[in-house]
C-alpha cells in the first residue's frame, strides 16, 4: 500500500484538512499522514469550526498533531508539501517531496496560511478563511488523487 504524508507548519491546519480529506476521497487506497515542521505532540491549537466544516462533509475525525522529522518523512512513499516554504524546508531536510497544487495541476503555487493570505484579519474574516480552506481542500481532491496516482504510474 503507498503512502502518502501531508506538510505545513503546525498539522492544525492545512495539512491536517489535507490529511483527512484524501484519507475520505482515496477511500482507504492509500496509508495517509500528516505533520508539522513546527508542530509540537499535543491537540492544541486545532480549531473546532475544522472539525465542524469536516463533519459536514462526511469527515469524522479526532485529529493527533505531529512533528515533521527526516525519519517520519522517510516511512512515507510521497511526501506533500503544503506551501513554498515547507517545500524549501523539506529541500534543506534533504527529504523528497512534491508541491500539493502542483499535484492539482494548478502551478507553482502555495497553499496559504491565514497570516500569509490577509493582514490583520478580523475574527470573522480569519473563521471565513478557515472555513473556505476546508472546501477548497475538499474539492481539490479529484484533481490531487489524480496527480498522485499519476506519480505512481511514472515511476
Known amino acids: ?4 504524508l501531508f506538510v505545513c507548519n503546525g498539522n492544525t491546519f492545512r495539512s491536517m484538512i489535507a ?8 477511500k482507504g ?3 495517509v499522514g500528516s505533520a508539522g515542521l513546527l508542530a509540537f505532540s499535543d491537540n492544541e491549537g486545532v480549531r473546532k469550526d ?12 479526532q485529529h493527533h498533531r505531529r512533528k515533521c522529522t527526516k525519519k517520519l518523512c522517510a516511512s512515507f512513499d510521497l511526501v506533500i508539501a503544503m506551501s513554498t516554504d515547507h517545500q524549501k524546508k523539506l529541500r534543506k ?23 500569509e493570505a490577509m ?8 473563521d471565513r478563511y478557515c ?18 496516482e499519476k506519480q ?4
Not at 534533504?94 to 497570516?115: F, N
Request: net charge positive; aromatic share 6%; charged share 25%.
Open 93 to 115: 531536510m534533504g527529504v523528497p517531496h512534491k508541491l500539493y497544487h502542483e499535484l492539482c495541476g494548478q502551478g507553482h503555487k502555495p497553499v496559504l496560511d491565514v497570516e
Open 29 to 31: 487506497k492509500y496509508r
Open 152 to 155: 505512481w504510474n511514472d515511476l
Open 1 to 4: 500500500m503507498h503512502s502518502v
Open 131 to 148: 472555513r473556505n480552506m476546508v472546501h477548497h481542500l475538499h474539492k481539490s481532491m479529484p484533481k490531487l488523487l489524480k496527480g498522485v
Open 19 to 26: 490529511h483527512h480529506c484524501f484519507q475520505k476521497a482515496s
Open 50 to 61: 475544522i472539525y465542524q466544516e469536516l463533519r459536514k462533509l462526511g469527515i469524522r475525525t
Open 119 to 126: 493582514k490583520n484579519p478580523t475574527d470573522k474574516q480569519v
